[in-house]
T-cell receptor
Framework: KAGVTQTPRYLIKTRGQQVTLSCSPI?????VSWYQQTPGQGLQFLFE???????NKGNFPGRFSGRQFSNSRSEMNVSTLELGDSALYLCASSPGGLAAYEQFFGPGTRLTVL | DQQVKQNSPSLSVQEGRISILNCDYTNSMFDYFLWYKKYPAEGPTFLIS?????DKNEDGRFTVFLNKSAKHLSLHIVPSQPGDSAVYFC???????????????FGKGTHLIIQP
């Protein structure tokens, strides 16, 4: 089975712009979660989507949003970019259902905000 | 407030010896714990997990121990190999009332260096 794929792998934006990141989960996985990794804060949970619905959300401002499509692919959007949004954004998928504990990560999208 | 703590940023172990990575947590709602391994420029790779109803889980060279009363878990790697050099993240999850699990809460990682 192919793993989780994320596009693009690298992105450079300027403050105030918006960005959309894409994630394709492992075939058959219905849950997609997004994480932000920074040197200072480590890996932090953004949100999780299951069957096109946001099921769970971390403690991030409303500038961070996402969606999931009927084929389980997911996109994450960050509006009005700030310098502090520079990070590695990781997508993870799992089969979903009542337990979604073991998550399989993609390689990440490295976002740099100038 | 860090709910999952890995107090050793780095650990150096000789090849062939045992590597012990430690993790402490504060949230008593956590009921599932996982270890991930991460190489530079790659996403974390799932290594091993343990449910709170167990105190030990073994998979080949990797064993995870859970001490619920102390809110402590550890990952043992025996014997350590050069390919084990990576950053290891401890993660925990709590049941989510909406179904599924709460997002994973990660520690900040321990950089394990296996010396030949």
């Amino acid at each position: 089975k192919a793993g989780v794929t994320q596009t693009p792998r690298y992105l450079i934006k300027t403050r105030g712009q918006q960005v959309t990141l894409s994630c394709s989960p492992i075939s058959g996985h219905r849950s997609v979660s997004w994480y932000q990794q920074t040197p200072g804060q480590g890996l932090q949970f953004l949100f999780e989507y299951f069957s096109e619905t946001q099921r769970n959300k971390g403690n991030f401002p409303g500038r961070f949003s996402g969606r999931q499509f009927s084929n389980s692919r997911s996109e994450m959007n960050v509006s009005t970019l700030e310098l502090g949004d520079s990070a590695l954004y990781l997508c993870a998928s799992s089969p979903g259902g009542l337990a979604a504990y073991e998550q399989f990560f993609g390689p990440g999208t490295r976002l740099t905000v100038l | 407030d860090q709910q999952v703590k890995q107090n050793s940023p780095s650990l150096s172990v000789q090849e062939g010896r045992i590597s012990i990575l430690n993790c402490d947590y504060t949230n008593s709602m956590f009921d599932y714990f996982l270890w991930y391994k991460k190489y530079p420029a790659e996403g974390p790779t799932f290594l091993i997990s343990i449910s709170s109803i167990k105190d030990k889980n073994e998979d080949g060279r990797f064993t995870v121990f859970l001490n619920k009363s102390a809110k402590h878990l550890s990952l043992h790697i025996v014997p350590s190999q050069p390919g084990d050099s990576a950053v290891y993240f401890c993660a925990a999850s709590a049941p989510y009332s909406g179904g599924g699990a709460d997002g994973l809460t990660f520690g900040k990682g321990t950089h394990l260096i296996i010396q030949p």
